[in-house]
C-alpha cells in the first residue's frame, strides 16, 4: 500500500478508535505534506513523505529538549508520544556500521578524495539511504571517511 494511503488509512482508524496522539500527529504529517506539494506544485513521492516525518521527528526532539530546560514534563512525554508514532512509518534506521559501508561505497564509486568532494558524497549517500537515517548522521560518516 503507498505510504500515503496507508497514513489516510490509519487517521480514519485512529479516528474511530480515539486515539488522540495517532489522529493529531498524523493530521500534521497529511497537513505538511499537503503544504509541500502547494509548494512544489506536485504530488510528493514516499522519499519526499519520508523527508517529512524525518523533519517532523527532528523538530519533536527540539521539542523534547526545550521542554525539558522549560522544567515541562506534559510536553516532553506528549512530543515523544508523537516521536513514537512517526518512527513507526520509517523504515528499520541504519546502523552506524551500515552507514559507514555505504558511504565507503559512495566516496570509492564517486572517486572523492578529501573534504572539498563532501556535498557530491553526501548527496549521493542520501539518495541510497532512503529516509533509513537522519541527515546529520550522514554528513558525520561522510566527513570520518573524507578527512582519513
Same mark, same amino acid.
Given at each position: ?14 479516528? *474511530? ?6 489522529? *493529531? ?18 504530488? +510528493?513521492?514516499? %522519499? /519526499? ?15 523534547? %529538549? &526545550?521542554?525539558?530546560?522549560? /522544567? ?25 556500521? &551500515?552507514?559507514?559501508? +555505504?558511504?565507503? =561505497?559512495?566516496? =570509492?564509486?564517486?572517486? =572523492?578524495?578529501?573534504? =572539498?568532494?563532501? /556535498? ?9 539511504? %532512503? ?14 571517511? +573524507? %578527512?582519513?
Amino acid at each position: 500500500m503507498e505510504l500515503k494511503a496507508k497514513i489516510e488509512n490509519d487517521l480514519r482508524e485512529a479516528m *474511530r478508535s480515539g486515539d488522540d496522539v495517532k489522529k *493529531r500527529t498524523l493530521r500534521m504529517v497529511l497537513a505538511s505534506s499537503r503544504m509541500t506539494e502547494i509548494d512544489k506544485g506536485s504530488s +510528493l513521492d514516499e %522519499q /519526499g513523505l519520508m523527508a517529512i516525518f524525518q523533519k517532523e521527528i527532528k523538530s519533536r526532539r527540539e521539542s523534547i %529538549q &526545550e521542554a525539558q530546560k522549560a /522544567g515541562r514534563p506534559d510536553l516532553e512525554a506528549a512530543a515523544q508520544a508523537e516521536i513514537i508514532v512517526l518512527e513507526s512509518y520509517l523504515p528499520a534506521p541504519m546502523t552506524d556500521a &551500515e552507514l559507514a559501508a +555505504l558511504a565507503q =561505497a559512495v566516496v =570509492a564509486e564517486l572517486g =572523492a578524495t578529501g573534504p =572539498a568532494d563532501m /556535498g557530491k558524497v553526501i548527496k549521493a549517500t542520501m539518495a541510497r539511504v %532512503q529516509g533509513r537515517a537522519p541527515g546529520d548522521k550522514v554528513s558525520q560518516a561522510v566527513r570520518m571517511i +573524507l %578527512q582519513k
